[in-house]
T-cell receptor
Framework: GENVEQHPSTLSVQEGDSAVIKCTYS??????FPWYKQELGKRPQLIID?????GEKKDQRIAVTLNKTAKHFSLHITETQPEDSAVYFC?????????FGKGTRLHILP | DAGITQSPRYKITETGRQVTLMCHQT?????MFWYRQDLGHGLRLIYY???????DKGEVPDGYVVSRSKTENFPLTLESATRSQTSVYFC??????????FGPGTRLTVL
């Protein structure tokens, strides 16, 4: 089955700097790659997703890139703000189910 | 987000007892999912359902049972709870290959 690896497990960046989280997946047939943000004590919520026919997608300060050949995808957050502090999960899907990575805890330092 | 609810929100039970966690969604989404969240493991899929009366195993199905007699409900039953099933359980719903909407979670403690 699909396996999703996510790195790093913890990331600390200065406010205003950029943050990058990387994921790899094992099943080359996967074609949908969402990213979820989970604030402390709350439920995960979708922040951006990308499908395999697209190499990059942006939404304001957030962007995701996909390299199908290498089977990896990344989340980029620019101009980080305190409210970006959370756990971020990448995921991959080819059929009905979505398999998540183990998460990255992002700390924004003042 | 009020469209998907879970009950109870907190539950303490003892080893060997049967526990049922409820999930209800009002969007008429075809798909529903159960995940467990444990520190260091992220979100792991337990079971999912593509429609009423259709269910399938996820990554960690052992010790759990699901049913889906109605589109809007997807209960998860722990037939004989074990301490290793202490976790936060999230239900989610979606249409295929679209955003999954998560419920608020149920924190289950098995003593």
């Amino acid at each position: 089955g699909e396996n999703v690896e996510q790195h790093p497990s913890t990331l600390s960046v200065q406010e205003g700097d950029s943050a990058v989280i990387k994921c790899t997946y094992s099943d080359s047939a996967s074609n949908y790659f969402p990213w979820y943000k989970q604030e402390l004590g709350k439920r995960p919520q979708l922040i951006i997703d990308i499908r395999s026919n697209v190499g990059e997608k942006k939404d304001q300060r957030i962007a995701v890139t996909l390299n199908k050949t290498a089977k990896h995808f990344s989340l980029h957050i620019t101009e980080t703000q305190p409210e970006d502090s959370a756990v971020y999960f990448c995921a991959a899907s080819k059929d009905d189910k979505i398999i998540f990575g183990k998460g990255t805890r992002l700390h924004i330092l003042p | 987000d009020a469209g998907i609810t879970q009950s109870p929100r907190y539950k303490i039970t003892e080893t060997g007892r049967q526990v049922t966690l409820m999930c209800h969604q009002t969007w008429s989404h075809s798909y529903m999912f159960w995940y467990r969240q444990d520190l260091g493991h992220g979100l792991r899929l337990i079971y999912y359902s593509a429609a009423a009366d259709i269910t399938d195993k996820g990554e960690v199905p052992d010790g759990y049972v699901v049913s889906r007699s109605k589109t809007e409900n997807f209960p998860l039953t722990l037939e004989s709870a074990t301490r290793s099933q202490t976790s936060v359980y999230f239900c989610a719903s979606s249409e295929v290959k679209n955003e999954q909407f998560f419920g608020p979670g149920t924190r289950l403690t098995v003593l």
